[in-house]
C-alpha cells in the first residue's frame, strides 16, 4: 500500500515517465524521473489539517543555505544538520525565499520538513506598470516547479504588504493579489495560500 508523506516518516516514491513512438512502443523518445509523495493540506474551519490531523503550523523565516554554500556543499549536509537541529526545536516548517529552493526543497523532502514559498516581495514597486506582468510570471513558474514536493505546505504571496509597509494603493492592488491566488489554487488545488502584512485593517479604513 502507498504510505503517505509526512514529517516523521517521509516516504517518497519514483513516478517514471516515458514518450515512444507511436508504431514502436519499444522505441523511447523521451524519459523523466519525477519524485513524489502523497500528502492533503486542508483548512477546517481555523484548524490547519495536515493528513487528516490538526497542526501547529510552529515555522521560522530563516535561510538555511546560500547560493555560496551550495557551491561549497552540494550534498546539502550543513542544511540537513540545520533542518535536525530545527526539529529538535520544535519547529515543523519554514517560509523561504525561492533564490536556492530548487535545493532546498529536495533535501526538505528528503528529511521532512515542510516549506512555504515567498513569492513576490518589494510593495514599493507595485504601482509600476510591469510589476503584475513580471510577478504572474514568477508566480506560474513557481507553480510548475514546486507543486510536485511534498514538504509544499502552502503559498505565500507577499510580504510586508498593506499601508503600514507604505503601500497606499494597496485596496486596488488586493484584487489582483487574490487573483494570483485564485490562479494557484486552480493549479495547485492540494494548497492554499496566504499573504503577509497588515492590509490597513482599519474600521475607518473599510
Not at 494603493?169 to 503577509?196: H, I, V
Request: aromatic residues 12%.
Amino acid at each position: 500500500a502507498v504510505r503517505a508523506w509526512n514529517p516523521d516518516s517521509p516516504n517518497l516514491y519514483n513516478l517514471d515517465l516515458s514518450l515512444v513512438q507511436e508504431k514502436s512502443p519499444s522505441v523511447v523518445l523521451d524519459a523523466v524521473r519525477q519524485r513524489i509523495g502523497f500528502t492533503e493540506v486542508r483548512i477546517e474551519g481555523n484548524r490547519v489539517l495536515f493528513n487528516g490531523h490538526p497542526m501547529l503550523n510552529r515555522r521560522d523565516s530563516v535561510s538555511l543555505g546560500s547560493c555560496q554554500d551550495w557551491k561549497l556543499n552540494p550534498s546539502g549536509e550543513r542544511m540537513r544538520k540545520l533542518i535536525a537541529l530545527y526539529k529538535r526545536r520544535g519547529f515543523v516548517s519554514r517560509r523561504c525565499d525561492v533564490a536556492t529552493l530548487v535545493r532546498e526543497a529536495r533535501v526538505c523532502d528528503e528529511e521532512g520538513f515542510l516549506f512555504s514559498p515567498l513569492l513576490p516581495t518589494g510593495p514599493a514597486y507595485a504601482r509600476e506598470p510591469p510589476y503584475w506582468g513580471n510577478v504572474s510570471n514568477m508566480v506560474a513558474k513557481a507553480a510548475r516547479r514546486f507543486r510536485n514536493h511534498p514538504s509544499l505546505l502552502y503559498w505565500c504571496l507577499f510580504n510586508e504588504f498593506g499601508k503600514f509597509y507604505g503601500v497606499s494603493t494597496w485596496k486596488e492592488q488586493y484584487p489582483k493579489m487574490c487573483a494570483m491566488g485564485d490562479w494557484l489554487m486552480e493549479n495547485d488545488p492540494a494548497r492554499f495560500w496566504t499573504s503577509c502584512g497588515d492590509a490597513a485593517l482599519d474600521a475607518n479604513e473599510g
